[in-house]
């Protein structure tokens, strides 16, 4: 069964740092280059970091030099680290494959950063 589980998100001070992580299916991990992605409210959901195909990451220019993204292949886990974070980084974060179709979402962790 395809499964995502997010944890590691909270409430943090501007300029603080969180390590979110996203344990996934065997069957999704071994297979699919993942990304993560976050949502707020009235908006859609974007991705801000992703693995390709090659193991280069990707970044958007929001977070480039603040964020990263890295994996633990023996533990199915792909982790976001988050430095020096900003108010504007408020969001629900998900993690899913990171091209092509998604497969079902799991339920987010909320990361809320207070100026």
């Known amino acids: 069964q395809v499964q995502l589980v997010e944890s590691g998100g909270g409430r943090v001070q501007a300029g603080g740092s969180l390590r979110l992580s996203c344990a996934a299916s065997s069957s999704i991990f071994s297979r699919r280059a993942m990304g993560w992605y976050r949502q707020v409210p009235g908006k859609e959901r974007e991705l801000v970091a992703r693995?390709?195909?090659?193991?280069?990451?990707e970044y958007v220019d929001a977070v480039k030099g603040r964020f990263t993204i890295s994996r633990d292949n023996a533990k199915n886990t792909v982790y976001l680290q988050m430095n020096n974070l900003k108010s504007e980084d408020t969001a629900v974060y998900y993690c899913?494959?990171?091209?092509?179709?998604?497969?079902?979402w799991g339920q987010g962790t909320q990361v809320t950063v207070s100026s």
């Open positions: 899913n494959v990171a091209w092509g179709p998604s497969v079902p």
């Open positions: 693995f390709t195909y090659s193991g280069t990451t």
